[in-house]
C-alpha cells in the first residue's frame, strides 16, 4: 500500500510536466496519460449532442410529470382547475443541480472531457471519472483541483466493466455513459446497458477502423459478431457494424436503442443511441438488420431483412404487426448483371442511422447558442448540414469512380449524375463519411444504364471487351431509356455544398491518428515513432530491391538513423466465392 500511495507523487513531479489547453479546461500532464488533440471534434460534438438530450429529457420529464398530475387530479373527482404546465427550469454550465444528469465517463484517462462536461453542460448533478489506471486517476485528481471543478466530478480509481456492473441499482444509474475506449468497445457494452436509466444516452467510439472496414473480416466477426465486406462504403457499414452489436446488447435485456447520431470521422466512429427498456419493440429488432450480398465482380450490393412486419388484419388493433421471416435469398447464384457470384456479409443495421429532428435541434443548437463557440464549430455544422441531407431510408452507397473503375469508363462528374439520377425520378444524396458518395434508392439496373448511356459519349477500348468480363456483360446490354446528362437538375447541388460548409475535413496534424496508449500525442514526445512508422513496410521494400550503392540516393530508402523495426508478417489469405 505504501508503495502505491507514492505513485501520484512521483507523476506530480514529473520534470516534462506540462498545461495543455482546450477551450477554458487546462490539464496538467507529463506524459504519461493519454491525450490527443485530433479528438477536439470528437468532444466538442459529444457536448453539443449532451445538452440538446438534457433539453429533451427535461421536457419529457416535466410533461411525464403534468400527464401524472392530471391524471391524479381526475382520479379525485375534484372541481380542482386542471394543472398549468410550468415553464422549464433553467439551468447554466458549471453549476451542480440535483434533478440534472449523471454522467459517466468510463475510460477518463487526463479526464479532460470530464473536465470540459462540467464547464459546458448545463445542468449536471454528477459526473464520474474513472480510470483502470492509477497514473491517470492521479492525473484525474490533479486535473479537477486545477480547473475548480470538484463539486461536480469525482474520480473513480476501478475497473469501467465493475464499476457499471455495481451501478445497476436504480439509484446508481446515470443518464448518460461515454465510452471512449483505445480500439473496440465491445467489452464496455454489456455493462453500459445495464447502468443505464429508461431512455439514457450511450456515446460510444470504435478506433479499429481496419477491422470494421473489411481488412479482417475474421476479427470483426469476434468483436462485432458480424462480417465486414470490403466496399466503398466501408465506413457507413462501420457505423452500422457497430449499431448491430449495440443492439443486439441491448436485446438481452429487454432494450433497444434509438440512433440519434452516427458519425464517421477522422480515423474513428462516434455513436449517440439512446437506450429505452420495452419487449414489445425489442421484437423489431430482427427488422431492423440485414444480410448483404456484394457482387465479386461488380460489386453491387442488395440487403436482404432478418424479419419482416406486416399489419395484422385479424387483431381488433390497426396498429398491432404481424412478424415474419423472410424467403431468400435476394439474389440469384449469379449476379443478374455481370453474371459473378456473391460475398456474403452481415448482419449489418439496416434502419436509419439518424433521428432528423434530433439533427435539427442540434444544429440550430450549434449555430444560435452559446455552443456556437465551439473550437470546432464550423466543421460540426457542416458535417450536421450533410446528414441532414443524407436519405435516412437508404442503407450504403457508391461511389462514381468505383462503378466507372468497373465500365473502365471516362468518370462521370457528380453533377452530371447526380442530375441523371433526379431527372430519372430517383432521390441521391451525399453521405457525410465520403465526399464522393452517391447514396440513392435508385436500384443497380438504373445506374449500370445510366453508365450505359454515358458510354455512347465515351466509348470504352473495344480491346477491353474482354468475355467474361463484368465489363462486358454490363456494357453489352442495351440502354432501356434515354438520361439527360447536361441540364442540371435543381436538386443537384445540394445547399450544403452551395453553402462552401466544411463538410470534409483535411488532415489536421501530421503524423496524426488514433494516437499510442498512455501517450500525450503533442509535441516531441509522439513525433519520433509516427515518423518511423510511416509507410514502414514500403521502406523496407525499396531498401531490399534497391543494389545497396543506391541506397542513399534513394528517397524510398532507409537511412540508418531511422531505426526502423520491421515485422514479416505473413499475407492475409484472401477471401474467395464459394461455390
Same mark, same amino acid.
Not at 421471416?325 to 456473391?342: D, K, L, M, W, Y
Given at each position: 500500500?505504501?508503495?502505491?500511495?507514492?505513485?501520484?507523487?512521483?507523476?506530480?513531479?514529473?520534470?516534462?510536466?506540462?498545461?495543455?489547453?482546450?477551450?477554458?479546461?487546462?490539464?496538467?500532464?507529463?506524459?504519461?496519460?493519454?491525450?490527443?488533440?485530433?479528438?477536439?471534434?470528437?468532444?466538442?460534438?459529444?457536448?453539443?449532442?449532451?445538452?440538446?438530450?438534457?433539453?429533451?429529457?427535461?421536457?419529457?420529464?416535466?410533461?411525464?410529470?403534468?400527464?401524472?398530475?392530471?391524471?391524479?387530479?381526475? &382520479?379525485?373527482?375534484?372541481?380542482?382547475?386542471?394543472?398549468? +404546465?410550468?415553464?422549464?427550469?433553467?439551468?447554466?454550465?458549471?453549476?451542480?443541480?440535483?434533478?440534472?444528469?449523471?454522467?459517466?465517463?468510463?475510460?477518463?484517462?487526463?479526464?479532460?472531457?470530464?473536465?470540459?462536461?462540467?464547464?459546458?453542460?448545463?445542468?449536471?448533478? @454528477?459526473?464520474?471519472?474513472?480510470?483502470?489506471?492509477?497514473?491517470?486517476?492521479?492525473?484525474?485528481?490533479?486535473?479537477?483541483?486545477?480547473?475548480?471543478?470538484?463539486?461536480?466530478?469525482?474520480?473513480?480509481?476501478?475497473?469501467?466493466?465493475?464499476?457499471?456492473?455495481?451501478?445497476?441499482?436504480?439509484?446508481?444509474?446515470?443518464?448518460?455513459?461515454?465510452?471512449?475506449?483505445?480500439?473496440? *468497445?465491445?467489452?464496455?457494452?454489456?455493462?453500459?446497458?445495464?447502468?443505464?436509466?429508461?431512455?439514457?444516452?450511450?456515446?460510444?467510439?470504435?478506433?479499429?477502423?481496419?477491422?470494421? $472496414?473489411?481488412?479482417?473480416?475474421?476479427? !470483426?466477426?469476434?468483436?462485432?459478431?458480424?462480417?465486414?465486406?470490403?466496399?466503398?462504403?466501408?465506413?457507413?457499414?462501420?457505423?452500422?457494424?457497430?449499431?448491430?452489436?449495440?443492439? =443486439?446488447?441491448?436485446?438481452?435485456?429487454?432494450?433497444?436503442?434509438?440512433?440519434?447520431?452516427?458519425? =464517421?470521422?477522422?480515423?474513428?466512429?462516434?455513436?449517440?443511441?439512446?437506450?429505452?427498456?420495452?419487449?414489445?419493440? !425489442?421484437?423489431?429488432?430482427?427488422?431492423?438488420?440485414?444480410?448483404?450480398?456484394?457482387?465479386? #465482380? !461488380?460489386?453491387?450490393?442488395?440487403?436482404?431483412?432478418?424479419?419482416?412486419?406486416?399489419?395484422?388484419?385479424?387483431?381488433?388493433?390497426?396498429?398491432?404487426?404481424?412478424?415474419?421471416?423472410?424467403?431468400?435469398?435476394?439474389?440469384?447464384?449469379?449476379?443478374?448483371?455481370?453474371?459473378?457470384?456473391?460475398?456474403?456479409? #452481415?448482419?449489418?443495421?439496416?434502419?436509419?442511422?439518424?433521428? *432528423?429532428?434530433?439533427?435539427?435541434?442540434?444544429?440550430?443548437?450549434?449555430?444560435?447558442?452559446?455552443?456556437?463557440?465551439?473550437?470546432?464549430?464550423?466543421?460540426?455544422?457542416?458535417?450536421? =448540414?450533410?446528414?441532414?441531407?443524407?436519405?435516412?431510408?437508404?442503407?450504403?452507397?457508391?461511389?462514381?469512380?468505383?462503378?466507372?473503375?468497373?465500365?473502365?469508363?471516362?468518370?462521370? *462528374?457528380?453533377?452530371?449524375?447526380?442530375?441523371?439520377?433526379?431527372?430519372? #425520378?430517383?432521390?441521391?444524396?451525399?453521405?457525410? $463519411?465520403?465526399?464522393?458518395?452517391?447514396?440513392?434508392?435508385?436500384?443497380?439496373?438504373?445506374?449500370?444504364?445510366?453508365?450505359?448511356?454515358?458510354?455512347?459519349?465515351?466509348?470504352?477500348?473495344? &480491346?477491353?471487351?474482354?468475355?467474361?468480363?463484368?465489363?462486358?456483360?454490363?456494357?453489352?446490354?442495351?440502354?432501356?431509356?434515354?438520361?439527360?446528362?447536361?441540364?442540371?437538375?435543381?436538386?443537384?447541388?445540394?445547399?450544403?455544398?452551395?453553402?462552401?460548409?466544411?463538410?470534409? @475535413?483535411?488532415?489536421?496534424?501530421?503524423?496524426?491518428? +488514433?494516437?499510442?496508449?498512455?501517450?500525450?500525442?503533442?509535441?516531441?514526445?509522439?513525433?519520433?515513432?509516427?515518423?518511423?512508422?510511416?509507410?514502414?513496410?514500403?521502406?523496407?521494400?525499396?531498401?531490399?530491391?534497391?543494389?545497396?550503392?543506391?541506397?542513399?540516393?534513394?528517397?524510398? $530508402?532507409?537511412?540508418?538513423?531511422?531505426?526502423?523495426?520491421?515485422?514479416?508478417?505473413?499475407?492475409? *489469405?484472401?477471401?474467395?466465392?464459394?461455390?
Amino acid at each position: 500500500m505504501e508503495v502505491d500511495e507514492e505513485k501520484p507523487q512521483i507523476i506530480a513531479e514529473n520534470p516534462n510536466e506540462s498545461v495543455i489547453r482546450e477551450r477554458n479546461a487546462e490539464i496538467v500532464s507529463g506524459g504519461n496519460v493519454f491525450y490527443n488533440p485530433v479528438q477536439e471534434f470528437n468532444r466538442d460534438l459529444s457536448i453539443a449532442v449532451l445538452n440538446v438530450y438534457r433539453q429533451r429529457l427535461t421536457k419529457e420529464r416535466s410533461e411525464k410529470a403534468l400527464k401524472k398530475q392530471r391524471k391524479k387530479v381526475k &382520479e379525485q373527482e375534484d372541481e380542482k382547475p386542471t394543472p398549468v +404546465p410550468e415553464d422549464p427550469p433553467v439551468y447554466e454550465a458549471g453549476t451542480r443541480y440535483e434533478d440534472g444528469l449523471r454522467i459517466l465517463e468510463a475510460l477518463a484517462a487526463t479526464g479532460l472531457r470530464s473536465i470540459r462536461y462540467a464547464q459546458e453542460i448545463a445542468g449536471v448533478r @454528477q459526473i464520474v471519472a474513472n480510470d483502470l489506471s492509477r497514473q491517470a486517476v492521479a492525473s484525474i485528481n490533479t486535473n479537477i483541483r486545477h480547473n475548480k471543478v470538484e463539486d461536480l466530478i469525482e474520480p473513480s480509481h476501478s475497473d469501467a466493466m465493475t464499476l457499471m456492473y455495481l451501478s445497476t441499482h436504480p439509484e446508481k444509474r446515470f443518464d448518460a455513459v461515454d465510452l471512449d475506449p483505445y480500439g473496440c *468497445p465491445n467489452r464496455f457494452l454489456d455493462g453500459a446497458m445495464q447502468c443505464l436509466v429508461d431512455g439514457g444516452l450511450l456515446l460510444v467510439t470504435a478506433t479499429d477502423m481496419a477491422v470494421l $472496414a473489411g481488412n479482417a473480416p475474421e476479427a !470483426c466477426y469476434v468483436k462485432y459478431g458480424s462480417v465486414p465486406l470490403r466496399m466503398k462504403c466501408c465506413h457507413e457499414m462501420a457505423l452500422r457494424i457497430l449499431l448491430h452489436c449495440i443492439e =443486439s446488447h441491448a436485446n438481452r435485456y429487454g432494450k433497444y436503442i434509438e440512433p440519434l447520431l452516427s458519425i =464517421s470521422a477522422d480515423f474513428y466512429i462516434r455513436i449517440f443511441v439512446r437506450v429505452y427498456v420495452g419487449q414489445a419493440q !425489442c421484437k423489431l429488432s430482427m427488422s431492423k438488420q440485414s444480410w448483404i450480398y456484394q457482387c465479386t #465482380g !461488380c460489386e453491387t450490393f442488395t440487403l436482404q431483412p432478418l424479419g419482416i412486419t406486416k399489419p395484422n388484419p385479424t387483431a381488433g388493433n390497426p396498429q398491432q404487426l404481424k412478424f415474419g421471416i423472410p424467403t431468400g435469398p435476394a439474389v440469384n447464384s449469379q449476379c443478374e448483371h455481370c453474371g459473378h457470384r456473391h460475398h456474403l456479409g #452481415g448482419p449489418i443495421w439496416s434502419a436509419p442511422i439518424h433521428n *432528423p429532428e434530433f439533427v435539427q435541434d442540434l444544429l440550430k443548437a450549434v449555430q444560435e447558442s452559446n455552443l456556437q463557440s465551439l473550437g470546432t464549430q464550423r466543421r460540426i455544422v457542416g458535417v450536421l =448540414s450533410m446528414v441532414q441531407e443524407e436519405l435516412q431510408d437508404v442503407p450504403l452507397y457508391y461511389t462514381p469512380d468505383k462503378l466507372c473503375c468497373v465500365l473502365k469508363l471516362e468518370i462521370v *462528374p457528380m453533377l452530371k449524375f447526380r442530375s441523371a439520377i433526379l431527372h430519372a #425520378g430517383y432521390r441521391v444524396s451525399y453521405s457525410h $463519411a465520403s465526399k464522393n458518395s452517391l447514396k440513392t434508392n435508385a436500384p443497380p439496373a438504373v445506374l449500370w444504364d445510366i453508365l450505359r448511356s454515358w458510354s455512347k459519349r465515351h466509348p470504352v477500348n473495344p &480491346e477491353r471487351m474482354i468475355p467474361g468480363t463484368s465489363l462486358a456483360a454490363i456494357l453489352s446490354k442495351e440502354c432501356t431509356a434515354e438520361y439527360e446528362f447536361d441540364e442540371l437538375h435543381p436538386e443537384a447541388n445540394p445547399k450544403s455544398r452551395k453553402s462552401a460548409l466544411s463538410r470534409f @475535413q483535411e488532415n489536421p496534424t501530421p503524423h496524426w491518428g +488514433p494516437g499510442t496508449r498512455a501517450t500525450i500525442m503533442i509535441g516531441d514526445n509522439k513525433l519520433p515513432k509516427s515518423y518511423r512508422n510511416q509507410n514502414k513496410k514500403q521502406r523496407h521494400k525499396a531498401s531490399q530491391h534497391q543494389p545497396e550503392e543506391d541506397h542513399k540516393d534513394t528517397p524510398q $530508402a532507409v537511412d540508418k538513423d531511422d531505426d526502423v523495426e520491421v515485422e514479416h508478417l505473413p499475407k492475409q *489469405p484472401k477471401l474467395e466465392a464459394t461455390a
